[in-house]
T-cell receptor, first 109, second 115 residues
Framework: GQNIDQPTEMTATEGAIVQINCTYQ??????LFWYQQHAGEAPTFLSY??LDGLEEKGRFSSFLSRSKGYSYLLLKELQMKDSASYLC??????????WGAGTKLIIKP | ETGVTQTPRHLVMGMTNKKSLKCEQH?????MYWYKQSAKKPLELMFV???????ENNSVPSRFSPECPNSSHLFLHLHTLQPEDSALYLC??????????????FGAGSRLTVL
C-alpha cells in the first residue's frame, strides 16, 4: 500500500532551527510537496521537490532523497508565526497526491 | 474575491437534514477537488473534477454527492449524514497539465458538525 509517515508533533524554541522528517512508500513518484496549515485556515503551498537535493526558499528549505524515500523540511530562525501543522504529500504514478497526517509544530518563546 | 472561497465556514446539521457546501475558485484553474480532513488523519480525497471528467474515491459514501456546473464552481450535497462525517471539508483547485507539479490552492474549509 501507499504510506506517508511524519511525526505527529514537535516542539521548538523561537529563534532555533527545526527539521521535520517525512518518509514515503508510494506507487510511482511525481514529486514531493510540503504545505503549511495554521489552525482554522487553508493549507498553503510551501515547496516542491522532484529531484534529489536541497531547495532553499528564505528561512525554509526542503530536501529530497528518492532512493531513500525521504524528505525533510528545515525551518530556520523560528518565529512564533511558524506554529502550524506541516503536511507532506507525494504525487503518485497517476499524479494523485498521497498525504501524511501532518506534523503539528509548537514554537515556544 | 481572490483564490478559493468556501461557504459556509461552519455548518451544524442533524442526520436527517439536507445541506450543500459551496466552493468557488477565481484562479482560472481547470481542476477542482473535495477533501475531507479529520483530526490527526491524512487528507482524504473525495472527488476530483478535471477537464469535465469526474474521478471519485470509491470509499466515499453515497450520502455525499458532488456537483460541478462549470470550471469555477463546485458543490458538495449532503444528506442523511452520520456523526462520523463531522470533519473539515476542504475545497481545492489546480491547473492540471498532465505532467509536473500539480500545486493545489485550498479554501479555508467548511467545518461540519453532524448531531
Amino acid at each position: 500500500g501507499q504510506n506517508i509517515d511524519q511525526p505527529t508533533e514537535m516542539t521548538a524554541t523561537e529563534g532555533a532551527i527545526v527539521q521535520i522528517n517525512c518518509t514515503y512508500q508510494t506507487s510511482g513518484f511525481n514529486g514531493l510537496f510540503w504545505y503549511q496549515q495554521h489552525a482554522g485556515e487553508a493549507p498553503t503551498f510551501l515547496s516542491y521537490n522532484v529531484l534529489d537535493g536541497l531547495e532553499e526558499k528564505g528561512r525554509f528549505s526542503s530536501f529530497l532523497s528518492r532512493s531513500k524515500g525521504y524528505s525533510y523540511l528545515l525551518l530556520k530562525e523560528l518565529q512564533m508565526k511558524d506554529s502550524a501543522s506541516y503536511l507532506c504529500a507525494v504525487g503518485d504514478s497517476n499524479y494523485q497526491l498521497i498525504w501524511g497526517a501532518g506534523t503539528k509544530l509548537i514554537i515556544k518563546p | 474575491e481572490t483564490g478559493v472561497t468556501q461557504t459556509p465556514r461552519h455548518l451544524v446539521m442533524g442526520m436527517t437534514n439536507k445541506k450543500s457546501l459551496k466552493c468557488e475558485q477565481h484562479l482560472g484553474h481547470n481542476a477542482m477537488y473535495w477533501y475531507k480532513q479529520s483530526a490527526k488523519k491524512p487528507l482524504e480525497l473525495m472527488f476530483v473534477y478535471s477537464l469535465e471528467e469526474r474521478v471519485e474515491n470509491n470509499s466515499v459514501p453515497s450520502r455525499f454527492s458532488p456537483e460541478c456546473p462549470n470550471s469555477s464552481h463546485l458543490f458538495l450535497h449532503l444528506h442523511t449524514l452520520q456523526p462520523e462525517d463531522s470533519a473539515l471539508y476542504l475545497c481545492a483547485s489546480s491547473q492540471r497539465t498532465g505532467s509536473g507539479a500539480n500545486v493545489l490552492t485550498f479554501g479555508a474549509g467548511s467545518r461540519l458538525t453532524v448531531l
